[in-house]
């Protein structure tokens, strides 16, 4: 059944909301327990469609996984022979389904992973993924779909230099190579917490990595690797729109279980047009000034720079703020989807090549709106808060891939958010 939010504008959003393990993260942290034969324990794993798919994903090539949602804990049991095909069905539905590759190639010597789909945002090439695994003595190619890689007399190690730090093609390197006799030397490597992360966890089951969060990764390939217990990082983005949803509402919001660290251009953005930031016991907490937000510039960047998964909820506090402000995406083609809907909703927003030019206006007005992906949808629904009378966001499974139960949260934090069933689209 389809189904929407239904939200009523005028709160300002007050009070503690949590924060699990981020999404982007344990899916990453699940693909490599492939490395491993044995039981891994995931700990802090978030809620969310995107997990029971990749637990899906693994029962497939022959693992055992127990997920329980309300306890936060997934167990992957690999056993000492897997598959090494990950289907279009689940790939499509699953964009991240493609951090396999790395642990298929190094576990099994081959690996036929369906070329993704996932979400709406753009083109996303692979070709950073493919030439690593080929460095590492891979050879890869695009059949039917499938990207296809075999290594029939194994991998080595290999000096790689990615021409742009992707995140993806990091970690699949990084999980090939740990494996790979030799000595791996990644440069112009991603630095995001959720590397580093992955890092922790190959290093606790015997891994010999250095330079994780740093652009040079060493790797010293080992001969096998052992199951353990890891909790997954804190997600920094699921935290950071808290941040922004208590910047958009004139709110004040602890993040409970955030990691401000993790967000430091971020935060030091929103301190810049007035928020006060302070570390608590258990998070972080965002105070917004008096009175109407002021405009903020932003230029997505790889980590530490602002994230790209940021700029809708950017787009957002811009579209109500005193002043003109420029969004600039400089990782992703085709990301600003929110603006059409925002305009719906009476947002002075224009796109111009990967610019978004917002000129804010005192309120914008409730309308129907539609999600095209998860933090698009998750912005709409703040939207929603500083619209006058009512929003509804439909496509809310978008939002459900990245946030468990949001319109709990959110009323957690006094806002009018419900649930419903979405109107029967016209047949
Ligand atoms: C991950 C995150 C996503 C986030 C992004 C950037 C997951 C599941 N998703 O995506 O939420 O927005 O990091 O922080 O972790 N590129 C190539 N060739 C490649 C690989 C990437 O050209 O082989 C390009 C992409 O088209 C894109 C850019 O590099 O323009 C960034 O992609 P990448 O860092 O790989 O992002 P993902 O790992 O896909």
């Given at each position: 059944?389809?189904?929407?939010?239904?939200?009523?504008?005028?709160?300002?959003?007050?009070?503690?909301?949590?924060?699990?393990?981020?999404?982007?993260?344990?899916?990453?942290?699940?693909?490599?327990?492939?490395?491993?034969?044995?039981?891994?324990?995931?700990?802090?794993?978030?809620?969310?469609?995107?997990?029971?798919?990749?637990?899906?994903?693994?029962?497939?090539?022959?693992?055992?996984?127990?997920?329980?949602?309300?306890?936060?804990?997934?167990?992957?049991?690999?056993?000492?022979?897997?598959?090494?095909?990950?289907?279009?069905?689940?790939?499509?539905?699953?964009?991240?389904?493609?951090?396999?590759?790395?642990?298929?190639?190094?576990?099994?010597?081959?690996?036929?992973?369906?070329?993704?789909?996932?979400?709406?945002?753009?083109?996303?090439?692979?070709?950073?993924?493919?030439a690593g695994l080929e460095a590492l003595g891979a050879k890869v190619h695009v059949a039917h779909g499938y990207l296809v890689a075999s290594a029939p007399s194994g991998l080595h190690?290999?000096?790689?230099?990615?021409?742009?730090?992707?995140?993806?093609?990091?970690?699949?390197?990084?999980?090939?190579?740990?494996?790979?006799?030799?000595?791996?030397?990644?440069?112009?490597?991603?630095?995001?917490?959720?590397?580093?992360?992955?890092?922790?966890?190959?290093?606790?089951?015997?891994?010999?990595?250095?330079?994780?969060?740093?652009?040079?990764?060493?790797?010293?390939?080992?001969?096998?690797?052992?199951?353990?217990?890891?909790?997954?990082?804190?997600?920094?983005?699921?935290?950071?729109?808290?941040?922004?949803?208590?910047?958009?509402?004139?709110?004040?919001?602890?993040?409970?279980?955030?990691?401000?660290?993790?967000?430091?251009?971020?935060?030091?953005?929103?301190?810049?047009?007035?928020?006060?930031?302070?570390?608590?016991?258990?998070?972080?907490?965002?105070?917004?000034?008096?009175?109407?937000?002021?405009?903020?510039?932003?230029?997505?960047?790889?980590?530490?720079?602002?994230?790209?998964?940021?700029?809708?909820?950017?787009?957002?506090?811009?579209?109500?703020?005193?002043?003109?402000?420029?969004?600039?995406?400089?990782?992703?083609?085709?990301?600003?989807?929110?603006?059409?809907?925002?305009?719906?909703?009476?947002?002075?927003?224009?796109?111009?090549?990967?610019?978004?030019?917002?000129?804010?206006?005192?309120?914008?007005?409730?309308?129907?709106?539609?999600?095209?992906?998860?933090?698009?949808?998750?912005?709409?629904?703040?939207?929603?808060?500083?619209?006058?009378?009512?929003?509804?966001?439909?496509?809310?499974?978008?939002?459900?891939?990245?946030?468990?139960?949001?319109?709990?949260?959110?009323?957690?934090?006094?806002?009018?958010?419900?649930?419903?069933?979405?109107?029967?689209?016209?047949?």
């Amino acid at each position: 059944m389809n189904e929407r939010f239904r939200v009523v504008g005028g709160t300002r959003l007050q009070g503690r909301v949590p924060v699990v393990g981020a999404k982007n993260s344990a899916l990453k942290l699940m693909a490599a327990a492939l490395l491993a034969e044995g039981r891994t324990r995931l700990t802090n794993v978030p809620a969310i469609l995107d997990v029971t798919i990749m637990a899906e994903l693994l029962r497939r090539l022959g693992a055992v996984v127990d997920y329980d949602t309300t306890a936060g804990v997934v167990e992957i049991d690999v056993p000492a022979t897997i598959g090494h095909r990950a289907d279009y069905e689940l790939v499509r539905a699953l964009r991240a389904s493609i951090s396999v590759l790395g642990p298929l190639i190094a576990r099994c010597g081959e690996a036929d992973v369906a070329v993704p789909g996932g979400d709406a945002i753009g083109s996303r090439g692979l070709d950073l993924h493919a030439a690593g695994l080929e460095a590492l003595g891979a050879k890869v190619h695009v059949a039917h779909g499938y990207l296809v890689a075999s290594a029939p007399s194994g991998l080595h190690g290999a000096d790689i230099r990615l021409d742009f730090p992707s995140v993806g093609a990091t970690e699949n390197i990084l999980m090939a190579a740990v494996l790979a006799p030799g000595t791996t030397r990644l440069d112009n490597a991603a630095r995001e917490p959720e590397i580093v992360d992955i890092a922790t966890l190959l290093v606790e089951m015997g891994a010999r990595i250095h330079g994780a969060g740093t652009s040079l990764i060493e790797i010293e390939g080992v001969d096998a690797l052992h199951p353990v217990e890891h909790a997954v990082v804190p997600d920094r983005i699921a935290a950071g729109s808290w941040a922004f949803a208590a910047a958009t509402t004139r709110g004040d919001v602890e993040i409970v279980g955030g990691n401000a660290a993790h967000l430091e251009v971020t935060l030091e953005l929103l301190t810049g047009v007035g928020c006060e930031v302070t570390d608590t016991a258990d998070g972080f907490r965002v105070l917004a000034p008096e009175g109407r937000p002021r405009s903020l510039d932003i230029a997505t960047l790889p980590y530490p720079g602002f994230p790209t998964d940021l700029q809708p909820f950017a787009i957002t506090y811009n579209a109500v703020a005193d002043g003109s402000a420029m969004i600039t995406e400089n990782l992703f083609e085709a990301r600003f989807r929110t603006v059409q809907e925002l305009a719906r909703l009476g947002a002075e927003a224009r796109i111009d090549g990967h610019h978004v030019l917002v000129h804010g206006v005192g309120q914008l007005s409730g309308a129907p709106v539609e999600a095209s992906d998860i933090r698009a949808g998750a912005a709409l629904v703040i939207a929603g808060l500083v619209a006058d009378g009512v929003t509804t966001v439909s496509g809310v499974q978008h939002i459900d891939r990245g946030y468990a139960a949001y319109e709990t949260l959110m009323q957690g934090l006094g806002a009018d958010v419900t649930r419903e069933p979405d109107v029967a689209p016209f047949a």
